[in-house]
């Protein structure tokens, strides 16, 4: 099976930037559509983007287009999420989710069904301040 854990939440001001990573182990994690979700308080949970591993085309919500990257990190088997120009309503648990590719054709198919997707990180906090 494949675990997920993000890392590199925070605090920042508005403008600032932040940097999470996303590093899966276990079976089966080179071959993954990875995904980024955040949940605000008192709202339900909204995509972000994804990544295709190992193509690696990426799709991004219009809401973030301008300000969220999504990439393969160094490390192996780990992607990264990029925000910049963060604002107070980026303020939100940041989650990665992840699915054996064979099972997607496309990882977009996982943002807008994210129930289907099987394996999920802990989650880390971002908070942005005006």
């Known amino acids: 099976q494949v675990q997920l854990v993000e890392s590199g939440g925070g605090s920042v001001q508005a403008g600032g930037s932040l940097r999470l990573s996303c590093t899966a182990s276990?079976?089966?994690?080179?071959?993954?559509?990875m995904s980024w979700f955040r949940q605000a308080p008192g709202k339900g949970r909204e995509a972000i983007g994804c990544i295709y591993s190992p193509g690696r085309p990426t799709y991004y919500v219009d809401s973030v287009k301008d300000r969220f990257t999504i990439g393969p990190d160094s490390a192996p088997n780990s992607v990264y999420l990029q925000m910049n120009n963060l604002k107070p309503e980026d303020t939100a648990t940041y989650y990665c989710a992840a699915i054996l590719r064979a099972s997607f054709q496309t990882c977009t198919s996982g943002l807008t069904a994210p129930s289907r997707l099987p394996y999920w990180g802990q989650g880390t906090q971002v908070t942005v301040s005006s």
């Open positions: 276990g079976d089966g994690t080179k071959r993954l559509h």
